[in-house]
């Protein structure tokens, strides 16, 4: 078993919000941190000095997840710069707000391919490093929408819900392996994401909620660090909601 210093593990989309929260809450054990993003540049290299603050090995890497040749590039990278990860954290994501009968083939095709197709094309190019070293960690960005579906986000809560099905199934298939495979789908958690609802729309979605507050992307990212320590090693195959009380 490798020692924390001598683990690296893959955020994807962690220039902001949850994902920049996982970088920095693993960097704090002196982890070698690899923090994706797409356009987001400075965003990402500010994510990095946090990190670096804490002592830890820090490289950012840009891709389009949706792009096999990207995909591969990146990988020889981290292969090359010695960050093939041992864990591997599908943070990158895209929400979408509106009625059902008003998504156009582009916005579907986008959301699916961010939010499913890069997820499973960047698992599949780093499970089998996991797979021969015998342990490994995949954990999965998922959401509460996922598994209640929500009105007006019918097209993401169908991706999530994706998400879901690909960690239980994929759990199944790597146990053998010694590589766990969680998702973390949590409620609302104060990030970009809701920053278009006005104050009375979040007063009231936080009356709903029992503990009477949104979630911090710290919170998320404290659960994620969980999933990933060697300790978590009897966990998969599980999607687990941080959402105060919302749903249970």
Not at 213 to 234: C, F, H, K, N, Q
Request: charged share 20%; hydrophobic share 40%; proline share 3%.
């Amino acid at each position: 078993m490798k020692a924390l210093s001598e683990t690296s593990v893959l955020i994807t989309g962690a220039s902001r919000g949850i994902g920049a929260a996982i970088a920095e809450r693993f960097a704090q054990v002196g982890m070698k941190i690899v923090i994706h993003y797409l356009n987001s540049h400075e965003a990402a290299n500010e994510v990095a000095r946090k990190c670096l603050n804490h002592g830890a090995q820090v490289m950012t890497i840009t891709a389009d997840l949706r792009d096999m040749e990207q995909l591969d590039r990146m990988k020889e990278k981290l292969d090359e710069l010695g960050f093939t990860p041992d864990i591997l954290v599908n943070n990158a994501g895209v929400a979408y707000y509106g009625l059902f009968t008003d998504v156009t083939e582009q916005e579907w095709m986008d959301c699916m391919d961010i939010n499913l197709k890069g997820m499973f094309m960047c698992t599949q190019r780093f499970a089998p490093y996991m797979i021969t070293q015998k342990y490994g960690r995949i954990i999965n960005v998922s959401s509460i929408w996922g598994i209640t579906g929500a009105s007006c986000e019918v097209m993401y809560s169908m991706a999530k819900g994706g998400v879901n099905a690909f960690t239980k199934a994929l759990a199944k298939e790597l146990a053998p392996s010694g590589v766990t495979v969680n998702a973390v789908a949590p409620g609302v958690v104060d990030t970009d994401m809701v920053k278009h609802l006005d104050k009375e729309e979040r007063m009231a979605l936080q009356e709903d909620i029992p503990l009477g507050r949104l979630g911090t992307p710290e919170e998320v990212a404290s659960l994620i660090y969980y999933l990933a320590l060697p300790e978590s090693g009897y966990i998969t195959g599980q999607v687990i909601s941080p959402n105060g009380g919302w749903q249970m």
